[in-house]
T-cell receptor, first 114, second 115 residues
Framework: GDSVTQMEGPVTLSEEAFLTINCTYT??????LFWYVQYPGEGLQLLLK?????DKGSNKGFEATYRKETTSFHLEKGSVQVSDSAVYFC?????????????FGKGTKLSVKP | GAVVSQHPSWVICKSGTSVKIECRSL??????MFWYRQFPKQSLMLMAT?????????EQGVEKDKFLINHASLTLSTLTVTSAHPEDSSFYIC???????????FGPGTRLTVT
């Protein structure tokens, strides 16, 4: 069945450091890919998405490119801030939006130190 | 953006009792609601999908008689854990879909501890 694999956390970075959180997937066909972020005490929020190969999703300085050849959707940010501290989830679905069944990775906790 | 609330945010109950968790979409009509369960350091696992006015569709391995889901209106779904046991202790998260963007919007989760 479909699955998502994320790098194990926690990840601890200093402010203004470069961030990469790896995400790879196993799925039939052409799923849509998502990154969700969960800030402490809050629900998951959609950070960015890509619905077809070579699409780049971007939001709040974060980017991820849908790589069909490597089945990857790595999350990157050039300069992290303390406010980026959160848990990040990679997910996929076979629906164009995310109203279908979302399959999540285990989440990666990011802590950014001032 | 769309807001989904859950109540309670945490609950402790004794083994054998039942617990009800509410999920509300505050500013949009949710035609579909999803219930997830999350164990520590694990991913969210979909338990069931419910559409307003119809029976929920449960994922394989989820006991529908134990986890009762009701989606009686376009803004409210409830999950009732019946005859709870310590192994039911977990973090339960709901999400709601149906807004104009066709996205799922997540509630903040409910921490259930069964003693």
């Amino acid at each position: 069945g479909d699955s998502v694999t994320q790098m194990e956390g926690p990840v601890t970075l200093s402010e203004e450091a470069f961030l990469t959180i790896n995400c790879t997937y196993t799925a039939t066909g052409y799923p849509s890919l998502f990154w969700y972020v969960q800030y402490p005490g809050e629900g998951l929020q959609l950070l960015l998405k890509a619905t077809k190969a070579d699409d780049k999703g971007s939001n709040k300085g974060f980017e991820a490119t849908y790589r069909k050849e490597t089945t990857s959707f790595h999350l990157e940010k050039g300069s992290v801030q303390v406010s980026d501290s959160a848990v990040y989830f990679c997910a996929l679905t076979h629906y164009g939006g995310s109203q279908g069944n979302l399959i999540f990775g285990k989440g990666t906790k990011l802590s950014v130190k001032p | 953006g769309a807001v989904v609330s859950q109540h309670p945010s945490w609950v402790i109950c004794k083994s054998g009792t039942s617990v009800k968790i509410e999920c509300r979409s505050l500013d949009f009509q949710a035609t579909t609601m999803f219930w997830y369960r999350q164990f520590p350091k694990q991913s969210l696992m979909l338990m069931a999908t419910s559409n307003e006015g119809s029976k929920a569709t449960y994922e394989q391995g989820v006991e529908k008689d134990k986890f009762l889901i009701n989606h009686a209106s376009l803004t409210l779904s409830t999950l009732t854990v019946t005859s709870a046991h310590p192994e039911d202790s977990s973090f339960y998260i709901c999400s709601a879909g149906g807004g104009a963007s066709y996205e799922q919007y997540f509630g903040p989760g409910t921490r259930l501890t069964v003693t």
